[in-house]
């Protein structure tokens, strides 16, 4: 009895020590680091607990900031997820050669990855103030864009750029889902009377509606982290609350380093709906797709 | 008169059905046109930006000013050394543990998922911040106080970056193959661990590796906010200088990078498509 129970201890511990390397490893590299942080966000500078710091977050130079990323990442998920999911659905069932698909879902696995300050470059080489497309409009048709208004170092010149990697990573989570479409719903529908308009908004949309949503949240928190793109494209001009901590951290420009901490804090609680949400209706998506 | 009625219905139906099939694909033409119009622009942009340095024609003066810039060339090394090592790095944290879970531990999946998720939850920025708190030149592990020190904590910065692309490569790589038995037959045939993981595992989920290699690769490549905020001379940090710097090789940067990002992808299909036989037909 004692001999087998032992042998039982024993087993488990064996089995526990395979994964041991790896729990130590995010333990102290991924789990503690971000714990620390959010610690930190309810210490005062004396170290006692407080809410004084995450109160701070509301004062109007954070909330702005916080507000703007939220800004930004709204606009930029909603019309990279509805855009996205266009071209998309063009090219998927929109009666497109079908040898466009695959380089299609190639070319947009690169541009998801293509952020990031390169990204910054190539749209200021295309539409700044020296601009290819910037340069040809005006020479050619006589439009400034720059005296109508338009700015790339602006909160829409910022969406527009973060369009590049948001459509592209909607195009590539979305195609499968619309590859998912059964053959048999779109003629039974059609059977029973229904226009292709009427196919779309009572039968596919309703079966998609979750993954869209979930890439919709997934788009957010993609953006909502995002800091290269911003600091390449518009230096310090546009301030994004990552970019306010990037700054924070650097060179502690609001006096006081538990600010930096409930930042940090507000960021993770941001990411973390978008990503449960994303969790979440990923698994309801799944049902439609067995 | 009978005979008309009868045939009316599918004539009018071919009539209406006909003109609005080519409505539908004239809009789903006009839209895939104005996405390439989109994703194309910026790249002819930054292309053609980046040959203009030299006044009144084009040239490849900008490339040949980065390539030959020895901050380039340093940065550049730097990144490429410490996108190999987080390679090695996060294979080795996660092929035997993902193996390891599978055949011993299944009721530990969702929790090594779990953590796996977490860096795409947790902004980089959050993270780098929290290993300037922990590991500080007055903390338990003061890993920031010597470069070499800073070197190795920014490279498991990296890994921790890369553990989600890099779980679900192999994880998905696993999911073709029965683990469960291939396991048994090699310790039936006197197999040990080593064994099971280099000679049996590492073959049949080769290309899975290759394709979470090359993704971290790219991503590491150009990774700014890590390196800048632990002040490493890495590539991104410089691609930042170099825009506030310079004019024209800033586009030059950008059409280096982009080919770069694309070889990755490029070479991640190539391994699917040169080791074909790695993938079980179940």
Not at chain 1, 167 to 185: C, D, T, V
């Amino acid at each position: 009895m004692a001999t087998a129970r032992g042998a039982y201890i024993a087993r488990t511990a064996a089995n526990w020590a395979g994964v041991i390397p790896f729990l130590a490893f995010t333990l102290i590299f991924l789990l503690l680091p971000t714990v620390n942080i959010v610690f930190g966000a309810f210490r005062g500078p004396d170290g006692g607990f407080t809410l004084d710091t995450l109160a701070k977050l509301f004062e109007p130079r954070l909330a702005d900031s916080f507000w703007l990323s939220i800004r930004v990442s709204l606009f930029s998920a909603a019309l990279g997820a509805g855009i996205g999911f266009l071209v998309a659905a063009a090219v998927i069932h929109g009666g497109l050669p079908a040898w466009v698909r695959a380089p299609m879902v190639t070319f947009s696995g690169v541009a998801a990855n293509f952020a990031g300050v390169p990204l910054a470059f190539a749209f200021i080489a295309t539409l700044g103030r020296l601009g290819l497309v910037t340069i040809i409009l005006k020479d050619w048709f006589g439009i400034n864009i720059y005296t109508m208004g338009f700015n790339l170092i602006s909160f829409w010149g910022l969406v527009f750029v973060y369009l590049y990697f948001q459509m592209s990573l909607m195009i590539l989570i979305i195609s499968p889902a619309l590859e998912g479409l059964k053959r048999e719903w779109r003629e039974a529908a059609e059977s029973l009377g229904a226009s292709g308009l009427q196919y779309w908004r009572m039968v596919a949309l309703p079966v998609l509606m979750p993954s869209l949503l979930g890439t919709f949240a997934l788009l957010f928190a993609n953006s909502f982290g995002a800091i290269a793109t911003a600091q390449a494209l518009t230096g310090s001009s546009q301030s994004l609350i990552t970019v306010q901590l990037f700054a924070q951290i650097r060179g502690d420009v609001l006096q006081d380093p538990n600010l930096g901490y409930a930042i940090a804090f507000g960021m993770i609680v941001i990411t973390a709906i978008a990503n449960s949400i994303y969790i979440v209706l990923r698994t309801r998506a799944e049902t439609w797709q067995k | 008169m009978t005979e008309q009625t009868l045939s009316l219905p599918p004539a009018a139906v071919g009539r209406t059905a006909r003109p609005r099939r080519n409505a539908w694909r004239a809009m789903s033409w006009a839209v895939f046109g104005m996405g390439i119009l989109y994703f194309a622009l910026p790249l002819i942009g930054m292309i053609e930006f980046s040959l203009r340095k030299r006044r009144g024609t084009y040239s490849l003066d900008a490339y040949t000013s980065v390539l030959t810039d020895p901050q380039f060339q340093a940065t550049f090394a730097y990144s490429v050394v410490m996108s190999l090592i987080t390679i090695v790095l996060g294979l080795a944290l996660v092929l035997p543990t993902a193996l390891w879970v599978r055949i011993r531990l299944p009721r530990l999946r969702p929790v090594i998922e779990f953590i796996t998720l977490l860096p795409l939850v947790v902004p980089v920025i959050v993270i780098a911040f929290g290993y300037l708190r922990m590991f500080n030149t007055s903390s338990f592990l003061p890993m920031t106080g010597t470069v070499t020190g800073t070197n190795v904590l920014l490279a498991f910065g990296y890994a921790t970056l890369a553990l989600p692309y890099m779980y679900r490569a192999i994880d998905n790589g696993l999911r073709t193959l029965d683990v469960q038995t291939l396991t048994e037959a090699a310790q039936i045939l006197g197999a040990g661990w080593f064994t099971i993981i280099f000679r049996v595992m590492l073959p049949n989920v080769f290309t899975a590796l290759l394709s979470g290699a090359f993704l971290t690769f790219s991503i590491v490549l150009g990774e700014y906010v890590f390196a800048a905020l632990l002040d490493r001379p890495a590539f991104g940090p410089y691609m930042i200088w170099t825009g506030g710097n310079k004019a024209y090789e800033p586009a030059a940067l950008a059409v280096i990078a982009f080919a770069i990002t694309w070889g990755c992808m490029g070479l991640i299909q190539l391994a699917g498509r040169l080791f074909p036989h790695t993938r079980a037909k179940r």
